[in-house]
């Protein structure tokens, strides 16, 4: 079974309080979002392999270790994902970055895709599939789905905050995905959002209803 990472580092988890209040405006969530989002990256990309480089400083040569070739791809689940693309790139900026679009009937919460854009070498990178949000958890299973399909093999799913049932879903359909997440929250309503939540992510990023 996948591992479960919840990240209680007093910023990450200061920032994610400050989003989940009803008060606060599109301008200021967009930044929250963003920065917990690299704030997360930090962490999650801890097990990185490195490798010895030979370089030359203003001093001397010497040997300092250097990431292996960066072959990084940061995925984001439409629309809320794209949120927490430009925190990570911030922390990976050589990192490639493709697309998921996968909605969520209302009346069934099955997932829906619609598109799908990832990088032509997805088989040779680490892949981030990111949402700020894991709910129901079909969604994040459902884009995982369609980058193996691809040829994607090592993939970590990183999300903001999540319900039991999401991560149970998505460590069942892919126990080989390791889940990033900074607060695991209490279970999900009648209607499928996360309770205490914060609400619609994606209409909190971009001011919609």
Do not use: W
Not at 84 to 104: E, F, S, T
Not at 128 to 147: E, H, K, R, W
């Amino acid at each position: 079974m996948s591992k479960v990472y919840v990240f209680d580092h007093p910023l990450i988890q200061h920032k994610t309080g400050m989003m989940r209040k009803v008060e606060t405006n599109v301008k200021d969530f967009r930044e929250l979002v963003k920065e917990v989002a690299m704030l997360m990256t930090y962490e999650a990309t801890r097990d990185l392999p490195l490798v010895d480089v030979d370089i030359t400083t203003p001093i001397c040569g010497t040997t300092v270790k250097m990431l292996h070739g960066e072959d990084i791809a940061i995925v984001p689940v439409l629309r809320a994902g794209l949120g927490m693309v430009d925190g990570m790139l911030q922390m990976v900026p050589n990192a490639k970055v493709g697309h998921i679009g996968v909605y969520r009937d209302p009346v069934t919460h099955k997932p829906i895709d619609y598109y799908c854009k990832l990088p032509c070498d997805i088989d040779k990178r680490q892949v981030f599939v990111v949402d700020p949000m894991l709910a129901t958890g079909g969604s994040a299973a459902a884009a995982i789905d369609f980058i193996k399909e691809r040829g994607g093999k090592k993939i970590i799913y990183m999300c903001i905050i999540a319900a039991p049932e999401g991560i149970e879903v998505l460590q069942n359909a892919h126990p080989d995905v390791d889940i990033f997440i900074a607060a695991k929250d209490r279970e999900l309503n009648e209607h499928a959002y996360i309770v205490p939540g914060l609400g619609d992510a994606g209409d909190r990023l971009f001011g919609t209803k």
